[in-house]
């Protein structure tokens, strides 16, 4: 049989090192591990695809809310600003009865009266607008579809006539009971 040579020196302690015989490490354990790797890392790379085309998808759907709400809300600011510039306030205040005020007088804190008021100016009759008392406007509701006195034709200081029965008024008994 063939005998290998004895080896010395530098060469002893290395082949010391390898282990002695003719061993074959199994393949079929390191293959499964490469292939199981190499499987895991691609799933992995595919979930981790999907997830950042989701987010992406979000990311857009959330970019167009934002730009929805804000056109609404440069919208409605501009509604805002248009019921507060001061011709559209002083349109309001006059539809609503009001007049503008007279001069002002303040009051120190020692209780002294600065200034000369003044009254408000009256506004003419053909100025004032046709405003209905609240009650005019409760009234006209309960009835239906009957239009109510306007306070033109009721004379100022005097109650309104109503088509309501007076809860105070007293009825006649029925006989029999």
Sequence with gaps: MSRKPEL???????????PAGPRQAARTPFVLLVVLLLGGGLIGLLVLNSALS???????????DTKGLTDEEQGLQRDID???????????ARELGMVPGGDPAFLNPDGAVKGVPSAAAQQSV?????????EALMFSQTIGSS?????????PGSPARSAAPDPTATTPE???R
């Design 8 to 18: 010395k020196g530098r060469a002893a302690r290395l082949a010391r090192l390898f």
């Design 54 to 64: 989701e987010g992406s998808f979000k990311m857009d759907d959330l970019r167009r």
């Design 82 to 92: 248009s019921y507060s510039a001061p011709d559209a306030l002083q349109r309001r």
């Design 126 to 134: 053909q100025e004032a607008p046709a405003v209905r008392p609240p």
């Design 147 to 155: 239009p109510s006195p306007a306070p033109s034709d009721t004379p």
């Design 174 to 176: 029925t006989p029999g």
